[in-house]
Each structure stands twice: as structure tokens, then as C-alpha cells.
């Protein structure tokens, strides 16, 4: 099990590579269906991946999960899938620096999800600075 103390620079990596994801990803769309743009990312990722968990002896029947575990992970790429198949169609016909944003409130959803099904407790300050984010994103979106 990794340190506590090293999500937040694997965090700071994902906020990274993310924005990275949004400009590759309206760079890319240029002249071609969201959807399919969405399907080649998909197919470079699970490639990445599959590579990196066998070359690094992590595979495993994902079959042999427990059922709970293996239902939770497949909402969780169904999701996934959603979420991807959305934004594409965002960034084609919307800003990067726009939507992007935007897509961030589910910062605002984590949080209120978090506390009605993980009971989760976030303190004021932490409340304060999700109010900030979802803020920050109807500034952006009732911005004309």
C-alpha cells in the first residue's frame, strides 16, 4: 500500500495530465465525429493500461473479484464511458478553457455524493472551498 501522504502528488499529476487531456483532445477532434474520437482514446488507454498492469505483475482475473467489487468497477467504467462520450462532444463544439471548467463541478458532485452514500464529512474550510469551485463554474458558464 502507497504512503497516505502521496495522493495529493498523484492528484497534482492527474489535475496535469488532465488539462493536457482537454487541449490533446480539441486539438484532435479537428475534422472528425466526437464519439470516434472518443473511441480511440479509449482503445490508447486500455492498451497503456493493460501493458503497464502486466509488465509491472499485477494481473489477475478480474473475473476472480469479489461480485460487490466487480459491480462498483463496472458502474464506475460505465460512468467513466458517460463522462468521456460527454466532454468530446463538449470540446467539439465548445472552448477547451470553457469546458474544462465546467466539467470540473464534479468536484461539487464528488463532495455532495460523497456525504449522502460514503458519509463522508467534509469541514467548513473543505465546504468553503468546494462553494469556491462551483462558484468559479457558474461564473464561467452565465458568462456571455
Not at 497503456?48 to 498492469?53: D, G, I, T
Not at 477547451?96 to 455532495?112: E, F, G, I, N, Y
Request: some cysteine; overall charge positive.
Amino acid at each position: 500500500m502507497e504512503a497516505k501522504g502521496t495522493w495529493f502528488f498523484w492528484a497534482l499529476l492527474s489535475a496535469g495530465f488532465a488539462a493536457l487531456t482537454a487541449v490533446f483532445a480539441k486539438i484532435g477532434l479537428t475534422g472528425i465525429d466526437s464519439d470516434l474520437a472518443t473511441l480511440v482514446r479509449t482503445g490508447v488507454i486500455a492498451v497503456v493500461l493493460a501493458s503497464f498492469v502486466v509488465a509491472t505483475g499485477k494481473w489477475t482475473n478480474p473475473l476472480t473479484l469479489p461480485g460487490k467489487t466487480l459491480l462498483f468497477l463496472v458502474l464506475s467504467g460505465l460512468a467513466t464511458g458517460a463522462s468521456w462520450v460527454c466532454y468530446f462532444r463538449a470540446l467539439k463544439v465548445g472552448d477547451a478553457s470553457k469546458v474544462a471548467p465546467v466539467d470540473k463541478l464534479s468536484v461539487v458532485l464528488v463532495a455532495v455524493f460523497a456525504v449522502l452514500f460514503l458519509h463522508e464529512r467534509p469541514s467548513v474550510r473543505e465546504w468553503l472551498g468546494i462553494l469556491m469551485i462551483g462558484g468559479g463554474v457558474l461564473m464561467l458558464a452565465l458568462k456571455r
